[in-house]
């Protein structure tokens, strides 16, 4: 599955933004999808995920209550809602699909480009 994620940019605190990931290729609703962000000179942590039927979502504690993932199987395409921005949110957003429900960004099969989102006044 090929994955393009968007929506990224510049956004100042306590703004909001939505990221957007569209699949092409192999049935997306087979898929576990997440959101994984990665800042300089930091590892690439899970921010959000969600189950291949949406049923289910997981969400690290730094985004609890701001972020919001979803999916929409019939456009192929996977959300991530972001409110209540903060500096410390500035990172490389990236969409991953996995067969595997985890959280590991080592389990996951396909990978999108990153979109870059950048919080400041």
């Known amino acids: 599955v090929q994955l393009q994620a968007s929506g990224g940019g510049l956004v100042q605190p306590g703004g909001s933004l939505r990221l957007s990931c569209a699949a092409s290729?192999?049935?997306?609703?087979?898929?576990?999808m997440g959101w994984f962000r990665q800042a300089p000179g930091e590892e690439r942590d899970m921010v959000a995920r969600?189950?291949?039927?949406?049923?289910?979502?997981v969400y690290a504690d730094s985004v609890k209550g701001r972020f919001a993932i979803s999916r929409d199987n019939a456009r192929n395409t996977v959300y991530l809602q972001m409110n209540s921005l903060e500096p410390e949110d500035t990172a490389v957003y990236y969409c991953?699909?996995?067969?595997?429900?985890?959280?590991?960004?080592?389990?996951?099969?396909?990978w999108g480009r990153g979109t870059l989102v950048t919080v400041s006044s």
């Open positions: 991953a699909a996995s067969t595997i429900w985890t959280g590991s960004s080592a389990r996951y099969e396909y």
């Open positions: 290729g192999r049935a997306f609703s087979n898929y576990n």
């Open positions: 969600i189950s291949w039927g949406g049923a289910t979502t």
